[in-house]
């Protein structure tokens, strides 16, 4: 890791940020609430397990709990999905495919992270390529503890987050926006300091008006600097052996 | 029928039948549980789905087909409702008749198609391209079927076909007058409503939902609007054909929950057969039933 990254000094204190205005037109606040209320009992959570938690899920989706009672459906792509369930240990190398598939999915969104290996790394604290602490890296909703939780604390957290949107509560989407440059400053000490996703979220930050002083900072300065354009990815075909074909 | 009628007609129709279609997505939905022995989605969820898609707020559009692909999507199952009568409603039916509608309702596929060609994800190429080759390989029989009623009914305006049917009593209906063709029917609506075993191009395991996969927010939202009248048009439709239509609402709605149900049934005990299956299992079983049910009729 070079000398500029280590020198970057990192803010810990997280919260999200209100804009402070409240829609005084009492339809729209109704109209609001009924997007609330609709939001909660309609979760799609993306199929995208990570770690040894994710075998509690299937019971929680079969006959013997039933998620679907409570409007929860599995969805196969994170343009699709609602919720981005984390279940268990993290190792380095998942951890950019989730950072990749959060930040494609579209918000709201949720991320809850199952296991005690997401809340503070659980027995994977020693081991040297897992990432510890989901929260440094992604907005948490809600963790679930355990190892690993069984379907009944999987389905008692999922209503909590249930509860949490119908309430209004569940914003940390925003924070990702919000606070990019502590997310950012994190995923870089962990991938180096080149490290970069296909998303522009600093464009989405102004695009969703959630630009906030924490957005930009030495982080994304530094992710300026090394950023290298998109392009598309060259589709070639090559024949070998002509005398087949 | 006065235009002011008409304007409402052209109206109410696609209204109710989202509303009826909403139902059927919610039997779909129970009856697949009900056989894997869960309780299912609660009474309203098919309008929360749709309700909380269009309150996302990222809505990432791929460019104007796309957008354009799926109003197709949606206006060709609108149109398609305006041709189909139902209790105390023809709508365009009387200029419209079975064949404009069996165009119709090719519109939808061919939207999806655009729109998901400018998403430019190989999955959902490769999915748009099964779906097109599914369509192929259900049309046929459809168009047999579709051939041989209107040559018993002597017509191809739904309206006529439902008078024809009701004149006679339950022993005119087209299923009775014609049990081979309203079988080879059937089993192409499986085909029709990309139910398993003909869901090749949806896979979600395999090919991540194909069509779908690129769709959020309100393009998703859109998609599941759709489904709800692709439901509704293909019970509306059957029942027209093969069950006498509906005099009055009530008992009108049981046959096309009915028809609805039996290939949502058949869909959750069954796997998936790969496109080629899939073209080789219509094109010889339901045209081999249709073209007998054909010999029967024009004999
Ligand atoms: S908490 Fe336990 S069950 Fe969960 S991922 Fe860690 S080790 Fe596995």
């Known amino acids: ?245 | 029928m006065s235009p002011g009628e008409l304007i409402i007609e052209l109206f109410l129709m696609p209204l109710v039948a989202f509303v009826v279609g909403l139902g059927m997505v919610l039997m779909y939905r129970r009856i697949g549980a009900r056989i894997q022995r869960r309780v299912g989605p609660p009474f309203f969820q098919p309008i929360y789905d749709i309700i909380k898609l269009y309150g996302k707020h990222t809505q990432i559009s791929h460019g104007l087909i796309h957008e354009i692909g799926i109003i197709m999507a949606v206006g060709g199952y609108v149109a398609a409702e305006t041709l189909l009568p139902v209790p105390g409603m023809s709508g365009l039916a009387d200029k419209g008749g079975v064949v404009t509608l069996a165009y119709v309702m090719m519109i939808p596929s061919l939207g999806l198609a655009l729109g998901v060609g400018q998403c430019a994800n190989p999955n959902g190429s490769i999915g748009i391209s099964r779906a097109l080759t599914a369509m192929l390989a259900y049309d046929i029989p459809f168009i047999l079927v579709i051939f041989g009623a209107a040559y018993v009914y002597g017509t191809t305006n739904l309206a006529d076909i439902i008078a024809i049917q009701q004149q006679q009593g339950p022993g005119g209906w087209g299923i009775v007058q014609m049990p081979l063709l309203a079988l080879a029917a059937l089993l192409s609506l499986q085909g029709i409503m990309g139910k398993q075993p003909f869901e090749i191009y949806i896979a979600p395991a395999e090919i991540a939902t194909g069509p779908m996969v690129e769709m959020s927010g309100k393009f998703m939202g859109g998609l599941f609007v759709m489904q709800c009248f692709q439901l509704y048009t293909v019970g509306v439709l059957y029942t027209t054909l093969f069950l006498g239509g509906g005099e009055y609402w009530l008992t009108f709605l049981p046959k096309i929950f009915s028809v609805v149900a039996i290939p949502m049934m058949i869909a959750f005990v069954f796997p998936r057969y790969r496109t080629e299956d899939v073209i080789r299992l219509l094109w010889k079983w339901p045209v081999l039933i249709a073209l007998t049910g054909l010999a029967v009729v024009l004999r």
């Open chain 1, 1 to 245: 890791m070079s000398n500029e990254l280590e020198n970057i000094p990192i803010r810990q204190e997280l919260e999200v940020l209100q804009s402070g205005q409240k829609r005084t037109n009492p339809l729209a606040n109704v109209f609001d609430g009924l997007v609330k209320f609709c939001r909660s009992r309609s979760m799609f959570m993306l199929h995208y397990c990570t770690g040894c938690g994710a075998i509690e899920l299937p019971p929680a989706m079969t006959s013997r709990f039933d998620m679907e009672r409570l409007g929860i459906q599995p969805m196969v792509t994170p343009r699709q999905a609602d919720i981005l369930l984390i279940t268990g240990y993290v190792s380095i190398k998942t951890l950019k495919r989730i950072i990749l598939t959060y930040e494609q999915m579209g918000s709201p969104k949720y991320v809850i992270g199952i296991c005690s290996c997401t809340v503070n790394g659980g027995m994977y604290w020693q081991s040297y390529a897992t990432a510890k602490v989901l929260r440094d890296y992604l907005p948490v909703d809600v963790y679930i503890a355990g190892c690993m939780p069984r379907p009944e604390a999987v389905i008692s957290g999922l209503r909590e987050l249930m509860e949490d949107i119908s309430s209004g509560r569940a914003e940390s989407w925003k924070k990702y926006y919000q606070h990019y440059d502590y997310y950012l400053g994190n995923q870089q000490k962990l991938f180096g300091e080149d490290w970069q996703t296909p998303t522009d979220i600093i464009a989405e930050a102004r695009h969703y008006d959630l630009m906030t002083e924490h957005t930009l900072g030495e982080h994304t300065a530094l992710l300026e600097k090394h950023q290298k354009p998109l392009e598309a990815l060259e589709m070639r075909l090559s024949v070998k052996d002509k005398q087949k074909v």
